[in-house]
């Protein structure tokens, strides 16, 4: 069972970051420059809004059933998967901007923004499991290389790569919420 713990934090990790690795791509596509102190900024937001959804999930999994909050946690990751999966299939072509430099207001605005999901997982795991400290950690070192990682793929095929893979987070998200829902 230990290995399917860390399965699943790999898999929470994934999904929590690949939205960095799509959004740092698509600066790199566009030439936009995403300097390593606001990188480091984003990822702690991130980190710490991640990590309050995983204190209020531990909090309610203290006030409710464990099977309720096993069923409650895997349905939100479950929920999460298939709306981000959707969104995907319907999302609408966007004009690019010409910003050359991400400011400091617009990495905290994007940090926020992207923490969404991991505010709704971290209530999600927290009700389901524990952990926490290590999802913390692997998220942020996590965030930190995707971006990064997004960014430098982005620049190297900026001239013939536009593909969106913003549905991998939504597939690791469903495979997650059918784990705990199969453990019922």
């Known amino acids: 069972m230990i290995w399917l713990a860390f399965l699943n934090g790999i898999l929470l990790i994934a999904a929590l970051t690949t939205d960095s690795f799509v959004v740092s791509f698509s600066y790199g596509i566009r030439n936009v420059r995403m300097p390593f102190k606001l990188v480091l900024v984003m990822n702690m937001i991130m980190s710490l809004i991640l990590a309050g959804g995983l204190w209020a999930g531990g909090l309610m999994e203290t006030v409710f059933p464990r099977k309720y ?40 605005l994007m940090a926020v923004l992207l923490s969404l999901d991991g505010l709704a997982a971290g209530i999600g795991t927290g009700l389901t499991e524990s952990g926490g400290n290590l999802l913390i950690l692997g998220t942020f070192a996590g965030g930190i290389l995707m971006m990064e990682a997004g960014w430098k793929t982005g620049r190297h095929f900026k001239c013939f790569f536009r593909w969106d893979l913003s549905w991998v987070s939504g597939v690791c998200l469903l495979a997650i919420g059918v784990g705990i829902l199969c453990k019922l």
Do not use: H, N, P, W
């Open 69 to 108: 909050t096993l069923a409650a946690g895997g349905m939100v990751l479950l929920g999460m998967g298939i709306y981000r999966i959707r969104k995907q299939f319907l999302k609408r072509e966007k004009k690019e901007d010409s910003v050359k430099k991400l400011t400091f207001f617009q990495a905290v």
